[in-house]
């Protein structure tokens, strides 16, 4: 064998190894025939939130007996990954598509060329700008979801003056700005009111909210009031206070209901969190196109998936759940 | 065999040193061909009409800038920095025709500028002081990004002119669309292709790349020849990310954040090597291909996308095992 030869018949074998192995992961693509095929675009692979997104979705399709496709981007914020995905499931033949866009205003072209071909577009957990560009918007109504735990906050201070810390998400992401505003309304101060004492974005990563908490105390060491966009912050924040042996007297309150959240909350690291149902989303979302394929009927407008408060220290005027609930229904 | 006689030996012997710059492809060509007549068995739609040109469409962009990437990885050199250069050529297209208001063309020809400053940038810090390009290109990465960040102050631009969209159209060519976009990208291959292997420039870069002391030594003026590339790159990179504004339809700050991985990954699956002085742009378009075949043929099966990174892990890997193997054979 000459040398030349060598690279290329290395690489064929490869390719053919790789081909065999996709082969037996996939979830048996040619032999499907007739099935109806439903597309799931998740912001990335990782999150724990999107994870659950996705078992939600492979539940239904099993039980709705249609061919489940998924794929995600690459980070929070990839664009360009999700509307190659979106082109792919399109060629691929797909009645429908769920998608969680990672940029609400740059998906839409993309959609739209996917609705032009007759595929259903259904947005999950995040509406693009326009709405009107989707069939329909299956979501956690996320300002709701920040006035429970704002109102919460409220009653728990029993009126004793608050300075409080807001843990947000990015600049110009929607989820992040409606909770945000959700909670000053609910806790019924303003945008600029002088009691939040300081704001930081943290991506809703866990190390970077202990960044961003440590951080705050260094600027206003009477901090006794943390709003965190999700519990992975609140937890890093969790951390930081303790650090500074402050964690009897400041109070945290987020928003998600994963898992790991409820645990917090049980564990009194959290006060409150406002509980959002990934799963239902998806379940829903999977339904709803295996019924378009059926019938033709188009899902359509906004479908509240629902949000409770969880917090094992109830408080009057605030209709809540305990942990033992929130552990039954968490994500994650 | 020493870099100075293997540089006479091709510039002795032509069809040596064609041999010599086809070889590296011809593995991944290989897998190519073979990846797609496996994709086209396994699925009914890999074969069909518009999924070539789809799989085209979708790696313009990334193979636009892996043609600057192999210019600078065939010197010996490589450009981390370059997704985030062409995300600020785009959104500065995109806002000076938006909100500038500049007409569309003059918006594009800045946008392009803008990305060989980047690129002249580079190269003359890589010579000048002179300092590694991994480093140079890694500042560069995140000085553009910063700026693209705070130009845009995180806003998606829309409603984009149509000039600046037009590369995104479609036309029909037979059964399938194609997009204008493509075709653009093709000729830039095609003509890197002819640039590197038929002109003096280009085998003064191979030989740069292959020694840049015995380049210098051979009368080349090194120093002008690399910043030379840098920029060259960086206006690469500015079609590219006229490239990239066309397809999405929007100018987006996010755009590009791993695309330089994307673009190394590509070049190394095409065979070029990574110290320099080996490899084909030719082979570059095949390993954007690749890349580009496994994930749409993967998706077409209904293989999650995790599945396609591992593949496009292991392939990579694979290449390099290949490139230093056949390196020792050469030694």
Redesign the interface.
Known sequence: MS??D???L???A???A??LT??G??????Q?GGKV?VGLITKT?TNPYFVKVRQGAEQAAKASNV??????G??D?????Q???L???V???VKGVLITP?????I???IEKARAKGVMVIALDTPPEPQSAVDALFATDNVKAGELIGAYAKAAMGGKPAKIATLDL???VSVGVQRHKGFTEGFGVAADDPSIACSQDTGGDQAKGQTAMENCLQKAPDINLVYAINEPAALGAYTAIKAKGREKDVMIVAIDGGCTGVQAVKDGKIAATSQQYPLKMAADGVKAIANFAKSGDKASGYTDTGVQLITDKPQAGSESKDSGFGRENCWG | MTATTSLTVRAKDPAALRRLLTAPAAGPLAALILASAFFSLSTEQFLSGGNFSLVLQQVMVVGTLAIGQTLIILTAGIDLSCGAVMAFGGILIAKLAVEGPLPPLLAIALGILACGAFGLANGLLVRAVPLPPFIVTLGMLNVAFALTHIYSAEETVTGLPEPLTFLGRTFPLGRTDVTYGSLVTIALFLGFAYALSSTAWGRHVYALGNSSESARLSGIRVNRLTVGVYAIAGLVYGIAALLLVSRTGVGDPQAGQTDNLDSITAVVLGGTSLFGGRGTVLGTLVGVLIVGVFRNGLQLMGVSSVYQTLVTGVLVILAVTVDQLSRKGTR
């Open positions: 040398r030349r060598r690279p290329v290395a690489v064929g490869v390719v053919l790789l081909s996709a082969c992961s996939g979830s048996g693509g040619s499907s095929k692979d061919e489940l496709s998924t794929a995600a690459k980070f914020g990839d664009n360009t990954s509307v190659t995905a082109e792919n499931m060629a691929s033949g990672n940029d609400s205003k740059a839409v072209p993309a990015a600049p110009g």
